[in-house]
């Protein structure tokens, strides 16, 4: 394990969360269609459904990438390299 893998894995993570944001943010969009939908507000309603679809394709991102950085050995590289690394520090100072 090196600095790049390390770095790759937190940028993934990164990406991780945004989709799950997104994904969440298209649940919210339908529950406020479903509450206009219930209001008689079936204008509002397809508006927003209409933002809401295309936010869950986003699952599939999500689903993938916490599959690849959960790799158990990939963990186990990461929990070593920043065990070294903090050795290495705390022995430099």
Same mark, same amino acid.
């Given at each position: 394990? $090196?600095?790049?893998? +390390?770095? +790759? !894995? ?6 991780? &969360? /945004?989709? *799950?944001?997104? &994904? &969440? ?7 406020? *269609? @479903? +509450? $206009?939908?219930? /209001? ?5 309603? $397809? /508006?927003? +459904?209409?933002? @809401?679809? %295309?936010?869950?394709?986003? #699952?599939? %991102?999500?689903?993938?990438? @916490? =599959?690849?950085? $959960? !790799? %158990? =050995?990939? #963990? ?9 690394? *903090? ?7």
């Amino acid at each position: 394990m $090196n600095a790049s893998k +390390l770095y +790759l !894995r937190d940028l993934l993570g990164i990406g991780l &969360v /945004t989709s *799950a944001i997104l &994904v &969440v943010l298209g649940m919210i969009f339908c529950l406020l *269609a @479903a +509450l $206009n939908f219930f /209001t008689h507000e079936e204008v509002l309603a $397809n /508006t927003y +459904l209409h933002e @809401a679809l %295309p936010l869950f394709i986003f #699952i599939l %991102p999500s689903i993938a990438i @916490a =599959r690849f950085i $959960n !790799r %158990p =050995r990939w #963990i186990h590289d990461v929990e070593e390299y920043q065990l070294e690394s *903090a050795k290495k520090f705390s022995q430099s100072h």
